[in-house]
């Protein structure tokens, strides 16, 4: 890591410092092949962002980009190898008694797959009362009862009394990511993580669940970190949001802008080549008609364990030269609110 990386610029999401990622990287280590050699997969690098209060950021990319990577360091589930989280301007890994416990209630993660994140021998009951009675919400399950029905009513899982006592295997992929939505309110957060949440249920039932959690975001001003493939979805969640959608790119952040601004005038290679593999019937017709497909060298996405000098994109740009293999480009503001990492955005 050479010390232009760190003086990357924070990408800044609304006002204030409610969560923080200072320069952050995350790296693995795994063991490939017959010889068992030990690889470094660089799942991110330095990572600089600021999420305010009541603030949406929608993360977009390929898989293995890093994405469920950076939500699960955001909700402490994942330590950085490098840099820090800050939690209210103060390091999570030195918070201690309460201070820990109101970062672990404020921030709460929804996962991808609704069908391996409830426990398949607990009813919907009892999935949901084990936080109200953990952090005090209910003294015992008689008084958790109507908490559990006014949950199940909010995130639209209806009529309640038919739902409360079914265990996960009697609900379908969406009812099972609305109890899980539900578990990750019940503790009245200020921020969730929802990483890739529409991805595991019905195309007809996405937009619903993109527009009640938007809903919650109106009513109780729950801030987000959306993660999504899809960047129509993304687009869509950012804009109802006035959020700011980020592209990643093998661990780092390489464009990130308001969602007209990066889908009607991105900077960044990769970025371009992502709207114009977008179906057209999710974007405006008469924008994208005009877009180009880009020419790439590859469609393959290099494998996280091969170290790439330089812009790490350029294995796949048809514009990368001699300072693309030699120098990495740091990410940076070239107009208010849009940061990128190009070295031919000047």
């Given amino acids: 890591m050479g010390e232009k990386l760190r003086v990357t610029q924070k990408i800044r999401v609304g006002t204030g410092d409610f969560v923080e990622l200072d320069n952050v990287s995350v790296y693995f280590q795994i063991r490939k092949g017959l010889l068992k050699r030990i690889f470094v997969v660089r799942a991110l690098e330095n990572i600089n962002i600021a999420i305010g209060e009541h603030s949406v950021l929608v993360i977009v990319g390929e898989s293995g980009c890093g994405k469920s990577t950076l939500g699960r360091v955001v909700a402490g589930l994942q330590p950085p190898s490098h840099g820090r989280l800050l939690f209210r301007g103060k390091d999570v890994r030195s918070l201690k008694g309460r201070e820990y416990r ?77 109890i899980a939505l539900a578990r990750a309110l019940s503790v009245k957060p200020r921020f969730i993580v929802a990483d890739e949440v529409i991805s595991a249920i019905d195309v007809s039932l996405r937009i619903d669940l993109m527009n009640l959690m938007i809903d919650f975001w109106r009513k109780y001003g729950i801030g987000y970190l959306f993660i999504t493939h899809e960047l129509a979805s993304a687009r869509y969640f950012a804009e109802l949001t006035g959020g700011i959608i980020a592209v990643m790119y093998l661990g780092r952040v390489v464009e990130a802008a ?6 009607f005038n991105p900077l960044h290679p990769y970025t371009k080549a992502l709207i114009a593999a977008t179906p057209e019937l999710l974007m405006d017709l008469s924008e994208l008609r005009k877009k180009k497909p880009l020419p790439l060298k590859s469609v393959d996405i290099p494998s996280a364990t091969k170290y790439i000098p330089g812009c790490k994109f350029n294995t796949r740009c048809p514009f990368a030269d001699r300072r693309c293999l030699d120098e990495e480009p740091m990410l940076r503001e070239v107009e208010p609110g849009h940061y990128v990492a190009c070295h031919k955005v000047l």
């Fill in 102 to 178: 109101e970062f672990r209630r404020s921030i709460q993660l929804v996962h991808q797959d609704p069908y391996s994140s409830l426990n398949p021998t607990k009813t919907v009951f009892d999935i949901l009362y084990s936080p109200l009675k953990y952090w005090g919400y209910v003294k015992n399950k008689d008084e958790a009862l109507e908490k559990i029905l006014e949950l199940l009513e909010s995130v639209k899982v209806t009529p309640p009394e038919e739902y409360i006592f079914r265990y996960p295997h009697q609900l379908s992929g969406g009812e099972k990511q609305r």
């Fill in 258 to 263: 308001p969602p007209r601004k990066l889908i």
